[in-house]
């Protein structure tokens, strides 16, 4: 397995937040996990992951998050509401808020 290399500017932030209880990754985790990996010198996220069911879903939410920066929460969020229209989107700007949040606590 090989594994990837990170580099030093690079920090692993995660959030979660409760699922709407009528789609299917709601059956399968009763939160949604995102995980962003972030430029810790510029707040670019660098890469970024979800535990939503599908894999258009997940690769949707990472369009909207990769290359963005994790303090554009105005961005983010207008992105999602005007371009996601799944279920869970009010759980996903959650987590990604709750992302930031732990990002606004580091010492950087």
Known sequence: MMHRKFKDNEIFISGYAKLPSNITASKLYEVIALVVLVDKNTGEILDAECTLSTILGRDF?????????????????????????????????????NCKKKYDAIPL
């Open 61 to 97: 939410v990472n369009y909207i998050l990769i290359g963005s920066n994790i303090n554009d929460v105005e961005k983010i969020s207008k992105e999602m509401d005007e371009k996601y229209f799944g279920t869970a989107q009010k759980a996903v700007v959650t987590a990604y808020k």
